[in-house]
């Protein structure tokens, strides 16, 4: 893991864990694909439905969903509208993205708090067909939350940074 020179600890931390949760999201995607393949194969040639066929791909997707909405976060990609902001002026337009980042921290931050408690409460209970905690199935959403939350934090800080490097233009 070798940075550019005068990177510093936390930037490489942070393209590590971008490259970690991108490539373990690539490799969810292959065993969904290879699972959904297995089942129909083994059940149209076979007649031998395999019976995790339904959960296992379900509980998978989830993370899949989860871990790839983080890694998007991270990099900027989700989507906005921003017809109306576009158009304020430039100091009026970054308070007004500042705000947005608060919101969608605060956002995260409930969707966590309340998910990790369905979380600790599924745990004691098991999935009827792969016998995996019911825990599995709502991790995703408290991991990419977490994740999220972390991200969407640096961006406010960055923000909140150009904010003040500009002395209050476009941040």
């Known amino acids: 893991m070798l940075g550019t020179p005068g990177e510093s600890v936390l930037a490489r931390l942070d393209r590590w864990l971008d490259q970690v949760l991108y490539h373990a999201s690539a490799v969810v995607l292959v065993v969904i694909a290879l699972a959904v393949m297995y089942t129909v194969v083994a059940r149209y040639f076979f007649s031998a439905s395999p019976i995790w066929s339904e959960e296992a791909p379900r509980v998978l997707f989830l993370w899949l969903c989860y871990l790839g909405v983080a890694v998007a976060t991270r990099r900027g990609h989700n ?71 972390l991200y969407q934090v640096m961006h406010l800080v960055r923000r909140l940074r150009r904010l003040r490097d500009s002395g209050g233009g476009k941040a």
């Open 79 to 149: 989507l906005r509208v921003t017809f109306i902001v576009d158009r304020f002026p430039p100091r009026l337009r970054a308070l007004t993205d500042v705000v947005m980042d608060v919101l969608v921290i605060v956002m995260l931050a409930v969707l966590f708090y309340f998910n990790w408690r369905i979380v600790v409460f599924a745990s004691g209970t098991k999935m009827i067909a792969t016998g995996w905690s019911n825990a599995v199935g709502f991790l995703p959403l408290s991991v990419g939350c977490a994740f999220m939350l």
